[in-house]
């Protein structure tokens, strides 16, 4: 194959992914005051893992939370460990929410934090078992 196909060959590949990290299919979950929280619905995906011999399912899912007051929107990478009402970042980013101009990011994994039943965490959890429940039928 010739350097010709093999570079067309390359932009064509390096467009289909570029395409795929910057689409995105937001959905409202919660607000709370001029906060809103959002799911990428095409991001959501489990896992089936085993600790202390118990089977359980980690989901992750790409979540925004819309600061309006701000200006900003916080993206996150996120798993969660509903077993233990746990959630863990994996990488984050701040944009300007009217351009979306990227101000900072962060490929840092934090370490887990708890959330609460009452908390917009937990709705997020429960949208997101419930949209991948949804979308796969």
Request: glycine share 4%; hydrophobic share 40%; proline share 3%.
């Amino acid at each position: 194959m010739g350097i010709r196909k093999i570079g067309c060959l390359l932009a064509v590949c390096l467009m289909v992914f570029m395409s795929r990290a910057y689409a995105e299919n937001m959905q409202f979950v919660d607000a709370n005051g001029s906060t809103g929280y959002y799911v990428d619905t095409d991001s959501i995906s489990s896992d089936q893992v085993v600790e202390n011999d118990v089977q359980k399912t980690l989901w992750t899912a790409r979540v925004a939370v819309i600061r309006a007051d701000l200006n900003r929107r916080y993206i996150y990478l996120m798993q969660f460990d509903p077993a233990k009402r746990t959630y863990q970042i994996f990488a984050s980013e701040v944009q300007r929410y009217d351009t979306k101009d990227v101000l900072q990011s962060s490929d840092q994994a934090e370490p887990a934090r708890p959330y609460l039943v009452t908390s917009p965490m937990n709705e997020i959890v429960q949208f997101v078992m419930t949209a991948n429940a949804s979308g796969s039928e």
